[in-house]
């Protein structure tokens, strides 16, 4: 006999990741849903994905290099670490974003059609996760340009991607919920973003500030972790990367991840009565 | 064995007056929050918050097989219903157990994407209404067929003209293969041809044995399709049984209360210096002990104004117009001559005239034929319900108006085959 249902208040499911996983069709489906739609009608198409990131790293560059003077790593080329920097954190950025605005964006299947809500969250991940390959090409490209090949490091690359996924998810988890409620939670997120481009080693590199006496504030941002990491991946043992900052990672993401799945999860029923 | 077991479920809304329904910011949550910590505004808030049960104690159960109609006036909690069941919302109490794979189609086409194709959008659609990919494989050429738009696969949806989007969702919710269906009021949608395919697509899954729940105003295809009904006031299901009783129930209830108007007073009545209007008043003939106007009810309106200018030339003008705002005729009387006084005037409105619908008329009083003195926009309001002798059709009849006339049919010629 087929399986039977509870529907009663403030109770998900007990097999609710079963039913997750029963989805796993949909996911995908929405997935390639955002991802085809993503340049529909646009002159240049999946071309922007290459054009943004290089307009943005070449501003950067630009202003970090020649007008700030800020110096770079020692032997690497300044262009390599922004762009470095710049990948992972966009991901993380449009991830977060995306996040944080699916259930809000996909309201009218929320108020008509139920599956697991978090299918939503998972499913805005894709967009952005097809951007920061695309970045990566380019970094590749870029290095071949400086002759400056990437290390073996390269291997701990997809420790920090999973790493990215998973803050970006505890953080925008979070936000995706309150933004049902309170729509001043999208007008919130870019300058969230804004703030956060300039508080992690993004255009900068945390040797510069590791002498500093903000440093032990600083290194509890789980980011800064992850995007020296992530540098070093790419750049090798050149770049500086405090093995330390990652504990605050894996501390605090994973913190942050499960008081928002726990959240999300008791608010996720009642969703269409706030859309 | 019952497949659905609903136990005490009730579901309540938190209306808030100040703010309409939906988003709220957060410069509002913040002041609220000052004003319930200060003791001086505290019975402001309080007052401007109202609870709503959309849903109050409700129970049933449904055994397999059966084909429930719901019906109900609207805001009697028969939507509500439907998203918990579907598990779109969740009751504030109560439990519902449920056995077997639910299907709700509370909107044809959901989730479609305007700027992909018909092709992806069939296996969005699809996928969001819960079918597997290779279910949508298999039905996908009888989707395309029912649907009619084999020649705009390809065509993104946007482009698409709205009975073909709609027929197009209809065609994958029909290919759904559940053990239960909710259905939410879909054949409001679509043209007449469209909703015949519907409600012939409906019988066939019901005769298939499966659940159904249908919510619907059409209460010819619910008396058509479903052997059981639940009847809904007010967040309560205040009866449920056969279909044919719950339906007589429901139309002798069909409120009263516009049918009538009047102003006892001469001060308070509408009007101006030369005419004040007394009352108003539709007595339908009741055509049965329902007590309730269908297409074949007869109908007298009568109309009563005081008339303060003596020998004023007089003549009433009434307007019928649809739901909609369009005007369906226009009658006048005669003009004559009038001492002060009560006047009353009568206008018959006869049964097989109007097509089921809701109504609005409206009435002028005019002198020397040519001015208005008054018009009464919007005097009364009325209902008029479908009702049907030997047709297997149920879908919506198309007109404004209904009449009988001399239409008859008969062999000219028989052609012997020997």
Redesign the interface.
Known sequence: ??????????ASEKDYWKDLWRNK??LW??SK?DI??RY??TLLGIAWSVIRPLMTMLVMAVVFSFIAKLPSDPGIPYPLMILGGLTIWTFFANTFTQISNSIVL?S????????PRLIMPLSAVSVGFIDFLISLALFILLSVYYQYPPSINIIFLPVFIVFTFLTSLGIGLFFAVINV?????AQLIPFMVQVGMYICPVAYSSRQVKDEWFYKYYILNPLVGIIDGFKWCLLGDKAYFNPTSLYSTILVSSLALLLSLMYFRRKE??F???? | MPVITAENISKKYIIDHKRSKGASSLRDFVADTFEKWSPAKKKATFQEKEEFWALRDVNFSINQGDRIGIVGHNGAGKSTLLKILSRITEPTTGEVRIQGRVASLLEVGTGFHPELTGRENIYLNGAILGMRKDEIKRSFDAIVDFAGVEKFLDTPVKRYSSGMYVRLGFAIAAHLDPEILIIDEVLAVGDSEFQKKCLGKMRDVSESGRTILFVSHNLTAIQALCNKAFFFEKGQLVDQGDTTHIVTTYLSRVSHKNLERSWESFESAPGNDQVRIKGFKLLPEYQDDLKHIDVRTPMQFEFEFWNLEEGALLNLSMHLYSFTGECIFNVGTTAQPFSKGLVRGSCEIPGHFLNDGSYMVSMMIVKDTSTVLYNMEEALSFDIEDYRENVTWYGKWPGYIRPQLNFSISQTESVVND
């Open positions: 006999m087929a399986h039977t249902t509870t529907i009663k208040a403030k069709q949909l489906i929405l849903r085809s739609v529909k009608q996909n009218n299947l929320v108020s008509k059609v139920y599956f409620r309170f729509r001043d939670i029923n009642t269409v009565d706030h859309i």
